[in-house]
């Protein structure tokens, strides 16, 4: 389906989600393409610099791979860098995302315009687009500070990716310590400008984030449990990834692995190192094992 094929729908106050609407400042209303999800689903927002390092980049699609299987939704602001980054890393794990604009949810006003086609698979995706803007509304510099807060607000905790001291990016993590919101952030080079950000927040007390687990463990998932949607979890996975799963039924060296698969060397390795890249295996102390 086409971005013009999904309804704009308008949420009165009493329809918003319940942890947006106990936010101070919480909107009078919403307009809705695509889907809420469950109340029982853990929401991350995922913000960060629009002018992304490669540091930056590799961070948030790892991290966010590693969440593949849980019932977690990443809603981030559909601008240019790290927040397409993450919209794309969560629809790549078979996660749902949403999107909130600067802007209305109008097709002739929907910014940036660059990214209507993201916006159109996240829709597919089962995702959304929210906007308090009216749908025919021009994005303004004031309304990025503003969605922010929405952002914060219907999000269990907020992953700071990268961000210089000035960036608009730390307007999302003040709403998030305001609402009592987890701040998550990922620490980086004291010679790089995108994490003096991070760096800061990791110094007034936000949760240094290390890999996957962390953030999983901020939501409240425990994390030596399997995730509960396997089948979502490996909804991706293409046959030969999926004989790998079935007889990585306990960890196995390298070598006894590839024997077992029964393929040449050179396949094997290359899908094994996909595998690791996805976040679906790992090699530790000479074995490969599930994650």
Not at 61 to 72: A, M, N, P, V
Not at 167 to 174: A, E, F, M, P, V
């Given at each position: 389906m086409g971005l013009k094929d999904f309804e704009i729908i308008k949420l009165e106050r009493e329809e918003i989600p319940e942890m947006l609407r106990e936010i101070p400042d919480a909107p009078e209303k919403l307009y809705l393409k695509g889907k809420l999800p469950s109340p029982k689903t853990k929401i991350l927002a995922v913000v960060g610099s629009r002018k992304y390092t490669q540091y930056g980049k590799d961070v948030c699609?790892?991290?966010?791979?590693?969440?593949?299987?849980?019932?977690?939704t990443i809603v981030s602001g559909l601008a240019l860098g790290i927040d397409g980054i993450a919209h794309r890393a969560a629809l790549d794990a078979g996660l749902k995302t949403i999107a909130?604009?600067?802007s209305g949810l109008d097709n002739s006003v929907l910014y940036p315009s660059a990214h209507k086609q993201l916006a159109e698979k996240i829709l597919n995706s089962g995702g959304a687009l929210i906007s308090e803007f009216e749908p025919k509304f021009h994005a303004t510099p004031y309304s990025f500070p503003q969605r922010n807060r929405i952002m914060a607000g219907m999000s269990?905790?907020?992953?700071?990716?990268?961000?210089?001291?000035?960036?608009?990016?730390?307007?999302?993590?003040?709403?998030?310590t305001e609402y009592n919101r987890d701040v998550l952030t990922v620490?980086?080079?004291?010679?790089?400008?995108?994490?003096?950000?991070?760096?800061?927040?990791?110094?007034l007390g936000a949760t240094p984030v290390r890999s996957s687990e962390d953030i999983l463990e901020a939501l409240g998932f425990k994390i030596n449990?399997?995730?509960q949607n396997l089948e979502l979890k490996y909804s991706d996975c293409g046959d030969d990834e999926l004989l790998v799963i079935s007889i990585l039924t306990e960890p196995m060296e390298k070598d006894e692995l590839i024997r077992a698969l029964k393929m040449p060397v050179s396949k094997a390795s290359a899908i094994l190192s996909i595998m690791e890249i996805k976040g679906l295996i790992v090699e530790s102390m000479g074995e490969i094992r599930l994650i």
């Open positions: 699609e790892k991290l966010i791979s590693g969440l593949r299987g849980y019932d977690i909130i604009p600067g269990h905790a907020v992953l700071v990716i990268e961000a210089e001291i000035k960036s608009g990016t730390l307007i999302t993590s003040k709403f998030a620490p980086g080079s004291i010679f790089s400008k995108n994490s003096e950000g991070p760096n800061m927040l990791i110094r449990e399997e995730p």
